[in-house]
């Protein structure tokens, strides 16, 4: 008998011991995140219910959250995050509504300043009315002209890393998740969109209800406004556009119902309900946005060759890396972008084939190389593990936490092999689903479920140095392309004097072209040059990818035909990615400094708070 309860004992801590060691739970009292003021170790939002509406002559949104809390440990206080937003009233739900609040000061302007409520005792229930401001870091209000159709004005809004609390207060951190639901009253010539159930079509009443059932943490929210279409793929996806734009959409990402499927044989289902996707206005600062449900996504990737749905299968990734297991501060991103990016390239590989996902890694391995150049191999933010405590979190994102997160991703792949390091990452997608995860408890899983434990093999793969330390470990893999040798091949060819219309370019693809560009030597002649652009048209691409590649090299060279070619590009596309990187090559250089300031002071109003907040900062300095 006592030998039978000592057996069960020992059973039970056995497998309380070994089901802990299986999956770490992370912090009951959550994880510090330096980016919020909210005291969400006590209290925490569970649902949320914005009615707002839409003012297009003002540029405002006004409304009122209501929120449903959880006052885990008998908090006195609720605090939320605010910036730049107009508080009206605060209320509880109950007898004695009214509940006295303080907007405190702002320290830094991207922390914005914190909005602190007292709660009485069973306060569950808490709204607030207010207005943004027109100048909302997160919103974006387009004129007419902005769009494709020149008719009606469009709303968008880009809500990561840290800009939700610039329209709605909230606590803003990915640290905390909750469900929504919205009623938003627009002008009745525009369809209404968010991260939420979606409308196919407009409706006559301009007022749109929304469902979030899925938890999401606050940089997910997401809203846009346009006139808009939808076009289906199939019963769960399918793209929304201006209609001058709708064709075009549905032929370049008519393989989103196969990137879905895809996706779930590699890491399980889909758990978000509909997939669509919205295609924005150039302005749009990101490539993508993965907002729940609905994708954001730019234009300047529809070339009508389908080159550039990677964008596709990168923003659906995140369903599951990102959307599903959260980043638990900004400082944790790499959980988020670079699974996302290992995920992204294996989705275009069993898509369409080893040489095309090979053609991508190198891509990547390119960039990340040259932001290791850019940044120093020993500056702290090459690292996995950031520290932007202090800082705005949009400051400190490079391409590090993308393609050296992917690359570490590649490493154990390799050294694991493909079956257990998947089964490894469909499990870790499941046990932390709707969870946030940082660096620390990742990398305690990564020992408890695939290293098992055994230093050797940690010591091995440098687990340490990768996470940590900043630069690159001796075993990051390298990519080869056989694909970009005949690129290389071809280069060399010119270089050495044949003449670009006898260059052998026959079937080259966006990311053929990418490679030959970025791969042309830092002195060319402006003669070689202007060969190139007049054999192949490269300043006048119409594919955004290809000419972005060859700006940079117009800049660096001097070849000034290309100038009227960037101007335009900057006056009409408003995406981080090429504008920033673009203004700094041409202010870097004495005799274009001019020239972008020029350009700068017209295209300025065109671009999203996003793009001008970072493109100020450099030509401030
Ligand atoms: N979630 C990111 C965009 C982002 C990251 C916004 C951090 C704000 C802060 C999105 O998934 C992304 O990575 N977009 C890339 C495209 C991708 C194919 C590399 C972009 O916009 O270039
Ligand atoms: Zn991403």
Not at 7 to 26: D, H, K
Not at 324 to 350: P, S
Not at 530 to 552: G, K, Q
Request: glycine residues 6%; hydrophobic residues 40%; neutral net charge.
């Amino acid at each position: 008998m006592f030998s039978m309860r000592i057996t069960i004992f020992i059973f039970f801590v056995l497998t309380m011991l070994f089901s802990a060691c299986q999956a770490p739970r992370p912090k009951a009292e959550g994880f510090k995140d330096a980016h919020s003021f909210s005291n969400t170790d006590s209290v925490r939002i569970r649902h949320m219910d914005l009615n707002l509406n839409l003012d297009f002559e003002q540029h405002t949104l006004s409304g009122v959250v209501t929120l449903k809390i959880d006052n885990l440990k008998k908090a006195r206080t609720l605090v939320l995050d605010t910036r730049d937003l107009e508080i009206f009233k605060v209320e509880a739900q109950g007898d004695n509504p009214g509940r006295t609040y303080t907007l405190g000061s702002v320290a830094t302007d991207y922390m914005g300043a914190p909005l602190t409520i007292r709660l009485q005792p069973g306060d569950s229930v808490i709204s607030v009315a207010y207005k943004t401001s027109p100048n909302a870091a997160a919103l974006q209000w387009l004129n007419p002209e902005q769009t494709a159709g020149k008719k009606y004005p469009f709303l968008f809004s880009q809500s990561q890393a840290i800009l939700a609390r610039t329209w709605v207060p909230c606590q803003d951190t990915p640290g905390v998740r909750f469900t929504y639901s919205a009623t938003i009253q627009a002008p009745k010539e525009l369809l209404v969109l968010m991260s939420a159930s979606n409308p196919k079509e407009k409706n006559k009443t301009g007022i749109y209800h929304f469902e979030m059932e899925q938890p999401i943490p606050s940089y997910l929210l997401a809203l846009a406004a346009g006139d808009l279409r939808f076009r289906a793929f199939d019963g769960r996806s399918g793209v929304y556009a201006e209609p001058e734009m709708i064709d075009k959409a549905a032929y370049e990402f008519a393989d989103t119902p196969n990137m879905i499927q895809t996706a779930e044989k590699l890491y399980g289902p889909y758990r978000w309900g509909r997939y669509d996707i919205l295609v924005l206005p150039p302005s749009f600062p990101f490539g993508g946005m993965e907002n729940p449900r609905l994708t954001f996504a730019t234009p300047t990737v529809i070339t009508g060759d389908r080159s550039l749905v990677s964008l596709i299968a990168h923003e659906l990734a995140h369903s599951w890396s990102g959307n599903l297991v959260t980043n638990a501060t900004w400082n944790d991103i790499w959980l988020n972008e670079g699974f996302t990016t290992y995920f992204e390239l294996r989705i275009m590989e069993a898509l369409y084939g080893r040489e095309y996902e090979e053609m991508l890694e190198q891509i990547g391995y390119q960039d990340l190389q040259r932001t290791l150049e850019e940044l120093g191999s020993d500056n702290p933010d090459t690292r996995l593990a950031l520290n932007v405590d202090d800082r705005d979190p949009d400051e400190a994102l490079s391409l590090i936490a993308y393609e050296k997160g992917r690359s570490f991703l590649k490493m154990l792949e390799i050294e694991f092999g493909r079956p257990r390091f998947d089964a490894f990452l469909k499990k870790y997608f499941d046990t932390y689903a709707f969870q946030s995860m940082d660096t620390e408890h990742f990398t305690q899983y990564l020992r408890d479920n695939l290293i098992k434990h055994r230093r050797r093999v940690e010591g091995q793969i440098h687990l340490r140095e990768w996470i940590y330390e900043p630069g690159l470990p001796e075993n990051c893999p390298v990519p080869d392309s056989p694909e970009f040798r005949k690129v290389d091949e071809q280069r060399m060819a010119f270089l050495k004097g044949t003449p670009a219309e006898k260059l052998d370019v026959k079937g080259w693809s966006t990311h053929h072209w990418l490679h030959f560009i970025r791969a042309l030597p830092r002195k060319m002649t402006t003669d070689q040059m202007a060969a190139l652009d007049t054999a192949f048209s490269l300043s006048a691409s119409p594919n955004s990818e290809i000419a972005y590649a060859w700006f940079r090299q117009a800049i660096g060279h001097e070849y000034a035909p290309a100038l009227p070619y960037i101007k335009r590009f900057l006056l009409h596309v408003g995406r981080a990615k090429f504008v920033v990187p673009l203004y700094t090559a041409l202010n870097s250089h004495k005799a274009y400094r001019q020239f972008a300031r020029d350009v700068y002071k017209k295209a300025r109003e065109g671009y999203h708070p996003v793009a001008y907040g970072a493109v100020d900062r450099l030509l401030r300095q």
